[in-house]
């Protein structure tokens, strides 16, 4: 983000202008607090781990103060609801979008040293390096701001999006290459998925099942009607039943609407920002490059290449937009929480869990959960990939071997971010992109079949937008390698990444194009 974030307060009425000046404590989430629907209420241990979250919402000290006015949030609130448009919101979004789009870059500086660091700090619930001054005065301009902003109406601006409002709102910012699957409805998007996410009924291999029940726990907005959940079952291309319900028989069409906000969940809070980027990306990035020995550091940089590798999957750059995450994800009106339906605490237990879930595990049980969850074309791509990130990374780094203890897990560490980073974040990153940005992952419960209109279709292509930041392809950081044999064996990874994505059988996935792949993962 830049700081050209901070003059968004110019936007604002004099009070909000006036709130924003004085002391502040760390976000309080004054924008209209969603009340839970009742149900299922956290228990004492999940309430103080939303609390410990909430307290490590990263904002500087100076912006820190326990004791803001309540007549400010009140003048805040009562603002919000007498303008009855969505006109401030859409302002903080544009300024959301303009500063977290980036275009095509190459952030991956080959001529710095490999950036080990002892100094971490944490932001909600996981470990990042610390970004400059500047960006942190301008991460926490942008959760200052946001927090106050009104949530979004869908009663007004109920018109469909167009083409021209997609241009618009997307401008230069993302569309890094054309390989994004497209498709014209939440239920298309998810058929054209199954095969990532339906896995074989053990009585009929014809039949698959994806089970987003694991979803139904977690307490809704008050008012809501459903929650979250549902397992579907698909054969011949087609959903056949949701739970008990089958086509054909009353409540259908409405089970798989229901089903359909679970998966764009699962796809874009579960296995996209929470486990991807944090679970596994930004857990092995701390873990190759912080608190580590002279005598490890030198290991790497000495070795010109297999060094070269560390750098590219490892730059600071990554670890700054998972700091960013807290306006994608986190415990207080973030981007995500105000297109749910889900109360800011559920949202925010929800991401505790499916990160310590996956966080526990190993690249190998990794690997083994997420290809389980869908058909054997699509577990034996994982599988593939994996293999072939293990054997690059074994070749770049053969002679480095003897320097590491047996029980180091270091070169297994880097191969699981060479898979994440180039073949699953591929798909479920870089893929998805215009899913996100059209609302064929249409988050917001209603029961109903899912309307892209302006006031929704603003804030999810601000979803997509501002979670953009691109690295090197692995065309490209290929040439920087340092002996043939090395760019020789690259090559030949980006060719097994290819018949990866040929094995899951999900049409248009296909990394035929290096310029498709990214080396280091992206938000």
Known sequence: ??????????????????????????????????????????????????????????????????????????????????????????????????????????????????????????????????????????????????????????????????????????????????????????????????????????????????????????????????????????????ITKVGDVKRGDDGFELKVNLFLNAFAVHVIVDRHAVMAHLAIYQKYLMSLTTGKSDKYKSTWEKNKSAGLLLKALTPRRTSEVNTNIQLLIGPGNSLVGRATSFTNDALTLLNIEQYDKYFAMSPTEIIHDIGSSGSKGWQDACQHAWDAAQKLVGTICKDMEKDFAEDDTSLRDLAMLLWTGTFYHSFIGDFQLDNVNRGNLPLLLTGEKHRQSVAYGTLSTTIGVSTMTRTMDVMTAGKYLYTDDDRTAWDAYMEELVVAASKTGIDGFTLSNPADSYNAIDF
């Open 1 to 238: 983000m830049k700081t050209s974030l901070v003059f968004f307060a110019l936007l604002l009425s004099p009070w909000q202008i006036a709130a924003f000046q004085l002391p502040r404590p760390k976000p309080r989430y004054v924008a209209n607090i969603p009340e839970d629907d009742g149900g299922c209420t956290p228990t004492k241990l999940e309430q103080k781990k939303i609390g410990q979250v909430k307290k490590n919402m990263f904002v500087p000290g100076v912006l820190r103060n326990p004791h803001l006015p309540r007549w400010v949030k009140r003048i805040q609130r009562t603002i919000s609801r007498k303008n009855n448009n969505n006109d401030a919101l859409f302002r903080g979004l544009d300024s959301i979008r303009t500063e977290g789009g980036t275009p095509m870059q190459r952030i991956v500086d080959i001529g710095k040293n490999i950036d080990f660091t002892n100094k971490t700090q944490t932001i909600m619930w996981f470990e990042v390096k610390p970004q400059k001054i500047v960006g942190e005065i301008s991460l926490a301009a942008a959760l200052t701001v946001f927090e106050f902003l009104p949530p979004l109406l869908l009663d007004v601006d109920k018109e469909l999006m167009l083409e021209d409002d997609y241009a618009e709102l997307i401008g230069p910012y993302i569309l890094p290459y054309e390989n994004l699957m497209k498709v014209g409805s939440p239920i298309e998007c998810f058929l054209r998925n199954s095969p990532a996410f339906c896995a074989p009924t053990p009585d009929d291999d014809t039949v698959s099942v994806c089970d987003m029940d694991y979803l139904e726990r977690y307490q809704v907005q008050k008012g809501t009607k459903h929650r979250y959940g549902g397992v579907a079952y698909v054969k011949d291309g087609n």
